[in-house]
């Protein structure tokens, strides 16, 4: 249930929801809440991230390649390489983050 995921404040973004529960080995699903101007920071981990925006604008910048998305867009990228994520525009934003290990 929506209602019992566990929930944990990353410092520099927001809200993060663990939509699996924090229980998979091979997988992760979180769901990122953040206010307008907030950022992840730069930050790297294993695994390929699959990114699908659900609500607001969000820009993504992995090293030279920055990209901005809006609701349905789709984003992968490998999660060693440092990366950072930033809510842009007036609105809330909320992103669906898939990690996947590296088998």
Do not use: F
């Not at 080995?25 to 699959?50: K, L, Y």
């Not at 990209?67 to 909320?94: F, K, N, S, T």
């Amino acid at each position: 249930m929506a209602a019992d995921r566990p929930r944990e404040e990353h410092e520099g973004l927001g809200r993060v929801e663990l939509v699996d529960g924090g229980a998979g080995r091979d997988v992760s699903i979180v769901e990122a809440v953040a206010a307008a101007g907030r950022r992840a920071g730069i930050h790297a981990h294993t695994g390929d991230e699959h990114h699908l925006v659900l609500s607001g604008r969000w820009r993504m910048s992995q090293g030279e390649h920055v990209v901005e998305l809006g609701p349905g867009d789709y984003l992968r990228w490998d999660g060693a390489i440092p990366h950072d994520a930033e809510v842009i525009g007036p609105d809330e934003g909320r992103v669906l983050i898939i990690t996947l290990a590296h088998g």
